[in-house]
């Protein structure tokens, strides 16, 4: 059984999907993050401010469904240049502090609105 869990407080989806789908009653999948604003702007030109968009975006959807970063135990960062993989990542562990899940990140050819990242995220429930 499944369950789609959205959220008024990030952006809507730009495609044929839902913020998240919680499945197996113990886990949340959170589709891919863009640095997209409620508006549907897309936030900063540099990589630091995207991912903090993003990471308050992923933020917004765990809160909805009552989680928090410690839920979270995998991520997949994908990123238009490695070279930003070191700026990316201090603002990643900021927000994940301790909690530090799973993760692989890959640089891809094109992201969706030609952002410089994306982040998907699989949570847990307590």
Do not use: C, W
């Given at each position: ?26 886990f ?41 970063a ?55 429930f307590?």
């Amino acid at each position: 059984m499944k369950e789609i869990i959205n959220s008024n407080n990030a952006p809507a989806p730009i495609g044929p999907y839902s913020h998240s789908v919680k499945a197996s009653g113990n886990f949340l999948y959170i589709s891919g993050q863009i640095p997209m604003n409620l508006q549907g702007e897309i936030v900063g030109d540099e990589i630091k401010a995207q991912t903090k968009m993003v990471l308050q975006n992923i933020d917004a959807i765990l809160k909805e469904a009552n989680l928090t970063a410690d839920n979270v135990v995998k991520t997949t960062v994908l990123l238009k240049d490695m070279k930003d993989f070191l700026s990316m990542n201090e603002v990643y562990a900021e927000y994940f502090g301790t909690s530090k899940p799973a993760r692989a990140a890959y640089q891809v050819v094109e992201l969706p609105k030609n952002v410089l990242v994306e982040i998907e995220s699989i949570a847990v429930f307590d």
